[in-house]
């Protein structure tokens, strides 16, 4: 809420959520009212400050994420490349060894 003016003085207020009720509480007016609305201002700063990094940590941690992800993806896809080439075909999520006549139902001979 902050300041509000009764009868032409300022007064400070707070306003807070407790439970699932608004509490306003009175701080005073003149130098006391002063002191306390500095005092929220920097703790709304630093609060800010505090969600700011929290926010910048949690983009630091996907990007992580997102490289990894790229690196398993690229993992994986060498990986296929090798056993491809020494002979091996996927069958719904499996790896088998392609039979001598290159087609996976021909003949063994």
Not at 32 to 37: C, K
Not at 87 to 90: D, F, K, L, S, T
């Given at each position: 809420m902050?300041?509000?003016t009764i009868n032409g003085r300022r007064y400070y207020y707070k306003c807070r959520r407790v439970g699932g009720r608004v509490v306003t509480e009175y701080y005073g007016g003149g130098e006391?009212?002063?002191?306390?609305?500095h005092l929220q201002r920097l703790d709304n700063l630093d609060r800010a400050e505090a969600?700011?990094?929290e926010r910048?940590?949690?983009?630091?941690?996907?990007?992580?994420?997102?490289?990894?992800?790229?690196l398993v993806a690229e993992a994986r896809s060498q990986a296929d490349a090798l056993i491809e080439a020494a002979?091996?075909?996927?069958h719904?999520?499996?790896?088998?060894?392609?039979h001598r006549?290159?087609?996976?139902?021909g003949p063994t001979t």
């Open positions: 902050g300041w509000k006391a009212g002063a002191v306390m609305a969600r700011d990094d910048a940590r949690r983009q630091e941690d996907r990007d992580l994420d997102d490289a990894l992800d790229a002979g091996y075909y996927r719904r999520r499996q790896w088998r060894r392609r006549s290159g087609h996976p139902t």
